[in-house]
């Protein structure tokens, strides 16, 4: 039945619009599915090439280097110029930048290696989301994204698997080979994207602490946004899912094999994508009906909960589990988080908006793997794991009391009781 309410959706939209997120949503899974045959195989590839736990998280962490220089200019590009060739880019460098890992040897170009690739989401993630958010009609926007989305969790439950069975059984080469190949298939599928003709938007927004990208002022009206009250929680909650993916994608396969348990890293990810998948087979309708803060707060719980099982973790099962909570949260997270972008912007701004907040995830990636590499080496793998648990329970306090005008509405807010007041109506 929920099957043949989605296609319902995409069939009454208009043919151009449903070619394109049709070319999107395939550009998207081939993308993602690059991304994820990596996240089990570089920190293991690294490792054997005789580095430390903190040079090895420092190098994953370098990935965010990339997305904290380019996510800003690449949404400005999206904004003034096009979406479509901000997502080719992001498409080009995801194809591109596995081919040097096999060559790369040395720590520093390891580093520069890493933050090139970090341009590919910068740049593929930032306009797209912008693009779905164009193309979606408003009464149905959370709905369509949530769809949308599940080319992450499809992309990352197929990814690792395939990328760690190919390091394991054949060589780390081949595991570059293939990343390098589903980017490719990225890259033409987002060719075919269409993109719609959009004016120049002058009008001023009834949202509250409104601080419109375009104004004369444009560089210092940019950063103050960080701190007006529509992006600063927003890009917190973002900051507390940036350091949880930076841990995850860092710590888990070298705790598992540290711990000398019987399983395929690629498997953790495999079943956060699983459940990822699920929840956003649900997830856009609920967020239309129930408001954005719930789902927000479920999100952070369900991170807390899935932190919480790495620290004590003994087993395979145990580990499983937290994949699969942590996918529920990330299912939930992503595209709650996108729609609030898209309500609190213009379509003028959009794409710098959406860069600004999801730069809190880019920072917390690049303060992870250092910070949490300290962790690592003077206690354990689960030591880092708990830190990220006390943050995730610090920030889920944060969006509890401060997400809206005053700490009552706040509550409200995340309890789904209350509508979004920094929302613009176009």
């Known amino acids: 039945m929920k099957t043949v309410s989605i296609f319902q959706t995409f069939n009454a939209l208009d043919p151009p619009i449903r070619r394109s997120l049709l070319a999107l949503f395939m550009a998207g899974l081939s993308f993602w599915c690059s991304i994820g045959s990596l996240l089990p195989t570089i920190p293991i590839y690294v490792e054997e090439l005789g580095y430390t736990k903190q040079q090895i998280g420092v190098v994953m962490a370098s990935f965010a280097i990339g997305l904290l220089l380019f996510r800003r200019p690449l949404g400005k590009l999206a904004d003034l110029r096009s979406r479509k060739i901000v997502v080719l880019i992001g498409a080009t460098v995801v194809a591109i930048a596995p081919l040097g890992y096999p060559i790369v040897k040395s720590l520093p170009l390891l580093i520069f290696l890493r933050a090139f690739h970090g341009i590919s989401i910068a740049g593929f993630t930032t306009a797209s989301n912008a693009l779905i958010a164009d193309l979606a009609p408003l009464r149905q926007r959370g709905e369509i994204i949530g769809y949308m989305s599940l080319v992450q969790p499809i992309g990352v439950a197929f990814g690792p698997a395939i990328g760690a069975f190919l390091q394991a059984e054949v060589s780390h080469s081949s595991a570059f080979l293939f990343s390098s190949a589903t980017g490719i298939m990225a890259l033409v599928f987002a060719y075919q994207v269409w993109e719609r003709d959009r004016q120049p938007d002058i009008q001023k927004s009834n949202s509250p602490a409104h601080i419109p ?214």
């Open 213 to 426: 990208l375009h104004s004369p002022r444009n560089s210092e009206s940019f950063w103050r946004m960080l701190l007006a009250p529509r992006l600063r929680i927003p890009a917190v909650v973002m900051l507390a899912v940036g350091t949880v993916l930076g841990a995850i994608t860092t710590f888990v396969p070298l705790s598992i094999k540290n711990a000398e348990i019987d399983l395929n890293p690629g498997l953790f990810f495999t079943a956060a994508a699983l459940s990822s998948f699920v929840i956003r087979f649900f997830l856009g309708r609920a967020i239309d009906r129930y408001g954005r803060g719930l789902f927000i707060s479920i999100s952070l719980g369900c991170y807390a909960i899935s932190m919480l099982l790495l620290t004590l973790a003994s087993g395979a099962e145990s580990i499983l589990l937290a994949g699969a909570i942590e996918g529920f949260a990330s299912g939930i997270a992503i595209p709650t988080m996108v729609t609030i972008m898209a309500d609190r912007s213009t379509s003028s701004e959009r794409a710098q908006v959406m860069a600004l907040c999801i730069g809190g995830v880019d920072v917390g990636i690049a303060l992870s793997g250092p910070v949490l590499g300290y962790f690592a080496d003077e206690f354990s793998y689960q030591t880092t794991f708990g830190v990220c648990f006390a943050v995730v329970i610090l920030v889920l306090t944060i969006f509890a009391t401060c997400s809206s005008k005053d700490p009552r509405h706040s509550l409200r807010f995340a309890l789904g009781r209350h509508k979004d007041i920094y929302a613009i109506n176009e």
